[in-house]
């Protein structure tokens, strides 16, 4: 079956395998190993954007902890992770597999917050959707979007008129500007 991109939007929310087991409930353990053998061999098409390695190097060298909260399920990310060559960056990567309640829930936030004993004022979420701007005002933590990739752009740009990067340089600039020189 080929979908839309607006029927694939329309699933965002719970995991892969929530998903694939919903669609295909009578063989969803051969539709997972193929969907992730696929995801595997075809991971080439997901590439960083320009600076963005540099960006996390340079927060991690300066001692930031960084964190990942998505929605997609633990074996996706970290193919996608690993592939991109950027997993031993993050100090925590919470998944759709890792919450009870997925975005816009803060569930995933709240649980970084509470591994690193950090003030929600402390914390700066960075995130390209409106589930990503909900779920840090839920949990009281800062919020920077990014829309140079967004698949909801304008809906984004209605929720959060203040913190808004069309580019990695903005947003480093942003960050290195609130860090006091992080």
């Not at 063989?27 to 991971?43: A, G, L, Q, S, T």
């Not at 967004?150 to 809906?155: F, L």
């Amino acid at each position: 079956k080929r979908f839309k991109d607006e029927e694939i939007i329309a699933l965002f929310g719970p995991t892969e395998d929530v998903i694939l087991k919903q669609m295909f409930p009578h063989n969803f353990e051969k539709v997972r190993e193929d969907y992730y053998e696929y995801y595997h061999r075809n991971h080439e098409i997901a590439q960083l954007y320009d600076g963005i390695k540099e960006l996390l190097i340079d927060l991690k060298n300066a001692g930031v902890i960084l964190g990942i909260f998505t929605g997609k399920g633990r074996t996706s990310s970290l193919i996608t992770l690993n592939f991109l060559g950027i997993r031993e960056l993050f100090d925590m990567i919470v998944t759709g597999d890792d919450v009870k309640n997925h975005k816009p829930s803060p569930e995933g936030i709240i649980k970084f917050i509470q591994t690193f004993n950090l003030k929600p004022e402390e914390v700066l979420m960075i995130g390209d959707a409106p589930s990503d701007i909900k779920a840090a005002r839920e949990a009281g933590v800062h919020i920077a979007s990014v829309v140079w990739d967004s698949y909801s752009s304008d809906e984004v740009r209605k929720l959060n008129k203040e913190t808004v990067f069309e580019t990695v340089e903005q947003l480093r600039n942003y960050i290195f500007s609130i860090g006091n020189g992080i």
